[in-house]
Structures are given as structure tokens and as C-alpha cells.
């Protein structure tokens, strides 16, 4: 049987792989080499350099092409550096259109980084497609996009994306993060380049830092290994053992991720000292009909404001949370609170994060696969 006729929950455990050639091991060995040795120049056994190839490596590439439904997979030293690639494909005079809630990290290597080198960025709420339609001109060359977003979890339709995209000739990017390719598969709904930042759900233990591209395109697959390989932003061989071991765990994960994280976003919607709770389950979140056609379910990340809307409310609360680590991150087995204002999104300016709903008083959880009722409890203790 082929990649492609395995499920999802059989492509993350063999998806890409076989049992190593040398001795049958069922898990990758970790090829903790540099270089390899060579009958004559040129004459070696696929790999001659570990920047440009490592098998290790090349066998959490063959996993992350496979679970996204694409044909090349690229992994990179983090998320980032994934982006960084991508952005590269970019020349100066070029524009971008984004998403306007996005991680700050992207923010960041968008406009403190690119835009020194000539690159054009316009963030417009791209549940809009007419507003994102109206930034398009002769040079814009790539959509970039984030679902759900970071961190007011707005939900963006791919396939209309997609096409709009093709109506104009451009480049389709989907930072899959958040939902993972268990709840969303966006090159089946049309996208070009799928990116995520696998420190998180992916490797899912919190003991890794690494990112990936997944396309379908070889021309496009080449012209990014060239850049994966020339500018160097690689992950080692111990990182991919541990992504990939990571991989192989995803939907039974995700499952627990999805059932806790409903019943933490229920707890806060019904709590009377919580104002606002972002979760695209909720039937009355502005894009759930999206969510529900394009998603399997609706993951475990969840935002919220307390009322009185205050920085003090808001920092009070993650720093009583118990069970909930504070930590920056996500998509791990622990649970996780943060305060974005001033960790994941300090590097947007407050009067741009603010347009997008970032405000001082918003917190992120990352609701992991503990027990949900001791999750509960936890929040329980903290607000008040």
C-alpha cells in the first residue's frame, strides 16, 4: 500500500517511512555526521554534506510531505527560518498581502527584516476577501496567511483564498500551526506552500525548536531547497529524531488538544468574570461556518479577556495558574498560558496590535492533554 492510499492516522506513524537499510531499525537513526565519506568526487551514497542533506532529516521531510498531502517537505531550524526561505522567493519591489493578526515573530521578520530589502507588506483582516482583494496590484506576488490566527483565533477561508490567488497569479502561503494537517490540509484546498512552526503541535513535547515547508510543485520545491541549502537554516539530526518521533504521536494529540480545549472554552464563556472568549467552535464566532467546512475540528488553543479589561486583571491571572505553565509557545502535552502584549506579541506596536483585538488585557491558552477537570480547577483558583 502507498502514502497515498494510508489514512491520516496511519500516514503519521508510516508516512514517508521504511525501516533504516543498514539494520532494519523501525525508527531513523540519528545521523549525528557532518560529512560523508566518498569513492571519488561526487561519488557518494545521497548524501555528501549535512547543510545540504542528512537522513535523518530527509526522513522527517518524507513524514511532514506525507501528512500534509504534498510531495516535498523541507525542515528548517525553526519557524522562522522556514519563513525566512519562503520570503527569500520574494525580490526587491515585491509585495505581500497578510493577515493582520498574526504571530509577532512574522510581524517582526516582516517588517523590521524584509522591508529593508525592499519587500512591500499590507496586513488587512483577511476574513474579508474584498479588503484583501482591494491590496492586490501588479506587484504583489504572495498571500500569506494565518488559521486560525494568532492569538484572536479568526478563522480565514483557504479555498477562497486560493482562488483569488489564482484570479490574480499569485502565491498561496498557509501557516498550518495552529490546526496542524490533523484538523486542515491547506494544499488540498488549493494553497502553494504550507509552513509551520513544528516546535509546537508537531513535535508537541516542548522539547524541540524546528520548522517546515510542504508544497506539491517540484519547480517551486526546488527553487526553496536551493535557498534551504545556500542560506543554511537547517535543523540537525537530533532535532528531526525528535520532531518525527513527535510526528508519529499527532492525532491521537490532537484529539485530546480538540476535547479539552472545548470544555476550557466553555468553562470561560459561562464564567461571569470573563467578558470575551475567542474559540472557533462557538456557533456564534463571526467565521465558525468557515471553521466547520474547513476543519476537523476546532484545536486547542483559546483566548480570553476578563472583565474590567485591565493589564493588572489579565497578569494576575496567568501568574496564579498552577497547572497552566507561563511560557511562551505552544502545542505541547502541558498546558500553557501566556499574555501576548507582552510576550508573543510585544514586537508589534501596541496601536497595531490593538486594531486587531491584541489589547493589554488578552490571554492565550494552550490547553494541552491533562486532566480537563484539573484544568478546570486550575482556572478555577485563578480568576476571580
Known amino acids: ?28 537513526p540519528i545521523y549525528q555526521t557532518s560529512t560523508y565519506a566518498q569513492d571519488t568526487p561526487g561519488g557518494h551514497q545521497g548524501f555528501e554534506y549535512s547543510r545540504s542533506g542528512n537522513p535523518t532529516r530527509a526522513a522527517l521531510e518524507a513524514s511532514l510531505a506525507s501528512i500534509e498531502n504534498g510531495n516535498y517537505g523541507l525542515a528548517f531550524g525553526s519557524g522562522l527560518a522556514a519563513i525566512d526561505a519562503l520570503m527569500k522567493l520574494m525580490k526587491p519591489g515585491d ?57 484572536m483565533m ?31 490540509q491547506p494544499l488540498d484546498l488549493g494553497a502553494d506552500i504550507v509552513m509551520h512552526s513544528a516546535t509546537k503541535y508537531l513535535g508537541g513535547h516542548s522539547d524541540v525548536v524546528v520548522g517546515a515547508l510542504v508544497v506539491k510543485d517540484k519547480e517551486l ?63 456564534d464566532h463571526p467565521n465558525h461556518d468557515v471553521a466547520a467546512r474547513q476543519m476537523k475540528d476546532f484545536g486547542g488553543m483559546v483566548s480570553f479577556v476578563p472583565k474590567g479589561s485591565s493589564y493588572d486583571a489579565a497578569i494576575a491571572i496567568v501568574e496564579k495558574l498552577k497547572v497552566f505553565t507561563l511560557a511562551e509557545s505552544l502545542g505541547g502535552v502541558e498546558s500553557l498560558a501566556g499574555h501576548p502584549a507582552s510576550m508573543t ?27 480537563a477537570a484539573d484544568l478546570i480547577a486550575d482556572l478555577e483558583q485563578a480568576i476571580v
Request: proline residues 4%.
Open 154 to 184: 479568526n478563522v480565514i477561508d483557504i479555498e477562497a483564498m486560493a482562488a483569488l490567488a489564482k484570479r490574480h497569479d499569485l502565491l498561496l502561503a498557509v501557516d498550518n500551526t495552529f490546526a496542524t494537517p490533523y484538523l486542515q
Open 345 to 371: 506579541h510585544a514586537s508589534i506596536p501596541k496601536e497595531e496590535r490593538e486594531k486587531s483585538g491584541v489589547v493589554d488585557s488578552l490571554i492565550r491558552l494552550s490547553v494541552g492533554i491533562e486532566d
Open 95 to 151: 509585495e505581500i498581502v497578510s493577515t493582520n493578526d498574526l504571530y509577532g515573530g512574522s510581524y517582526r521578520l516582516f517588517k523590521k527584516i524584509f522591508e529593508d530589502f525592499g519587500l512591500k507588506f499590507h496586513f488587512v483582516g483577511m476574513q474579508d476577501i474584498a479588503a484583501v482583494e482591494e491590496c492586490i496590484n501588479k506587484n504583489t506576488r504572495l498571500l500569506w496567511v494565518e488559521t486560525p490566527t494568532n492569538p
Open 1 to 28: 500500500m502507498s502514502d497515498k492510499d494510508l489514512r491520516f492516522n496511519s500516514k503519521t506513524i508510516h508516512g514517508g517511512q521504511s525501516p533504516d537499510k543498514a539494520y532494519g531499525a523501525v525508527m531513523p
Open 221 to 283: 520545491a526546488d527553487k526553496l531547497y536551493f535557498i534551504q541549502n545556500a542560506s543554511g537554516a537547517v535543523c540537525g539530526p537530533m532535532d528531526s529524531f525528535l520532531t518525527l518521533r513527535g510526528i508519529k504521536t499527532l492525532h491521537v494529540r490532537m484529539q485530546r488538544h480538540c476535547e479539552n480545549g472545548r470544555i476550557v472554552a466553555e468553562y470561560l464563556k459561562a464564567h461571569p468574570a470573563i467578558e470575551k472568549v475567542y474559540w472557533p467552535g462557538f456557533e
